[in-house]
């Protein structure tokens, strides 16, 4: 049902690009109201993320407009998911981290789009070094971790982590993303990660085809 | 001609003798001395002796004073942290709340160690090259500044939703970024590279920098007194570049990511473009390949002068192999000689 029916995909998207918080709770509310169905809420939001993820990697549209949208779905799905009786879903495990250095755009970007697709994930945080990360990940016995890196110097330090988890008998997978992975099309593999994200809107379906065991390119 | 008479004449918009290369190496000199980041930065002698060497092995028409991002930061007191094997970078943000910013004050060179060194290797730097080379110096744009100074996410929210305190960071930018650009051409730098990734409409929408970067960049400009490349860090630059020309910048360091073809026709008699070799993917070039990727650029870009032969980002990677850089200069003095042949 939820295929046939024509969501304001475009008002919407128009909403979150104007970083027009009023105008997105007032076409959530109508949404709500008209269908009473958070299938659709979420659909919306993921579709919109989707869009403007790759809109970013077009060149069309800024990273603050992908954070700053990815903020406002996360704000949303949270009021509504409560209005609908349910909760984040915490099937796979996760949690994400800023390796080594303090800029979590990146980080905060891919949090949101998770929280609006309704999952549920942990945030270790940010200026966290190898060891850090990787007792974290065992302790959390997490079934995906999400690493977010800004320097050259950092990204090539997931290797140091995926070698550390699998030492310690973790089957845990490594997604990756940031500046240096798109700068270089081949560097998730050199540091042998799972995934890498071209952008933080495109994580969903991601974590959706690690799941089904599908091989990510 | 000298690499002094090189850069001017193409950034005037004329050919040179050959394509000008500046290859921007800042803790690269570590690895050229084998010693730690750390330890290199914080002795102005090791890097005046790496800049020279390095120019020499090079070929490298500019001597680069830039130390690493947050050395600004560290002047308004913040945290610094080095790695071995890359740039240092910014630790925690220093303005944790946005009523901090009515507090802050501009820092005051003189008392800034960090700073005092850049100016000291500046001078020595000048001293010994005199106009053979363009010593170019660097400033973090006041409007990119915050970034590191209260972390994106804080700076985004202030940017969209605290106008008034968001021009006050700008004012005590500005100061600050124009009295540091000033110091450093006094010292001998001969221009400043005023990086400004924000001004990317990959990171900020056109409409907004418009209404607040750009009317910065045009403020703080005004009152340097010397030449301004604007460098976007990696960012993609086409959709600006006619921005950035109306700040007063004469050259615009842009992005692997940009279509060359369609930035030098863009930028044509307008401002000296500067790049933009993939600075990340360099480190996994051999010879071949790099010899392919100069060639290329200097058949898109080279035409009629106004063009710089640089990487993208303006900090070459410590994992790019020396042999890579060696090439690029080889090839430019085969393939970069004036007039441009048609080679592709």
């Known amino acids: 049902m939820v295929e046939t029916i024509n969501l304001p995909d475009e008002e919407f998207q128009k909403a979150l690009l104007q970083i027009d918080r009023i105008k997105a709770a007032e076409i959530f509310e109508r949404i709500y109201l008209e269908y009473n169905n958070f299938e659709m809420l979420e659909r919306l939001t993921v579709d919109a993320l989707e869009r403007i993820g790759s809109g970013w990697e077009d060149g069309q549209i800024s990273l603050s407009q992908v954070y700053m949208g990815g903020i406002i779905c996360e704000e949303l799905v949270g009021k509504y998911m409560p209005k609908s009786n349910l909760s984040y879903k915490n099937k796979p495990k996760m949690a994400i981290a800023v390796l080594l250095d303090h800029h979590s755009l990146g980080k905060r970007i891919v949090f949101s789009v998770l929280r609006a697709g309704g999952y549920d994930l942990a945030d270790f945080g940010q200026g966290l070094g190898v060891e850090e990360i990787v007792e974290k990940t065992l302790e959390a016995d997490l079934d995906i971790l999400l690493i977010s890196t800004l320097m050259l110097s950092s990204a090539l330090k997931v290797q140091n982590v995926v070698e550390s988890l699998r030492k310690n008998g973790s089957s845990v997978k490594v997604v990756v993303g940031g500046a240096p992975f798109r700068l270089d099309d081949n560097l998730w593999k050199k540091v042998n990660a799972h995934a890498h994200g071209k952008n933080g809107a495109n994580v969903t379906k991601i974590i959706e085809k690690l799941m089904e065991g599908g091989q990510l390119t | ?298 058949q898109k870009a080279a035409r009629g002068g106004g063009f710089i032969l640089s990487d993208n980002h303006g900090e070459i990677p410590l994992q790019v192999p020396e042999e890579v850089l060696l090439e690029v200069a080889e090839t430019v003095k085969e393939h970069g000689v004036y007039p441009i042949k048609a080679e592709l």
């Open chain 2, 1 to 298: 001609m000298n690499s002094m008479e090189r850069a001017m004449t193409s950034i005037t918009h004329k050919e040179p003798d050959r394509v000008p290369v500046f290859h921007l190496l800042s803790h690269y000199g570590a690895k050229e001395l084998d010693i730690s980041i750390k330890d290199y930065f914080s002795k102005p002698d090791a890097v005046v002796e790496a800049q020279l060497r390095m120019r020499k092995k090079y070929s490298n028409d500019c001597l680069y004073t830039f130390f690493y991002a947050p050395i600004e930061i560290e002047a308004y007191g913040g945290e610094v942290v080095f790695v071995e094997d890359g740039p240092p970078n910014s630790g925690e943000p220093l303005i944790k709340n946005i009523e901090q910013i009515k507090n802050i004050t501009p820092p005051e060179i003189n008392e800034s160690k960090p700073l005092q060194r850049v100016l000291e290797v500046t001078s020595t730097l000048k001293k010994s090259v005199g106009n053979d080379a363009p010593i170019i110096g660097v400033v973090m744009s006041p409007f990119s500044l915050p970034v590191m100074q209260m972390g994106f996410e804080k700076y985004l929210e202030l940017l969209y939703f605290h106008k008034d305190e968001f021009n006050q960071l700008m004012k005590i930018n500005e100061e600050f970024c124009v009295a540091w650009a000033n110091a450093q051409l006094e010292a001998g730098a001969a221009a400043i590279c005023y990086f400004d990734p924000l001004a990317s409409p990959a990171i900020i929408e056109r409409a907004i920098y418009l209404k607040t970067g750009h009317i910065v960049a045009k403020n703080t400009l005004n009152r340097i007194n010397g030449a301004i490349a604007t460098h976007l860090a990696s960012s993609i630059a086409l959709p600006v570049v006619d921005d950035i020309v109306e700040t007063g910048s004469a050259v615009l360091g842009f992005s692997g990511e940009d279509d060359v073809k369609a930035i030098k026709e863009r930028a044509t008699g307008k401002i000296c473009l500067l790049g933009n070799l993939n600075g990340i993917d360099m480190m996994n070039w051999d010879g071949e390949r790099t010899k392919k990727e100069v060639r290329e650029l200097i």
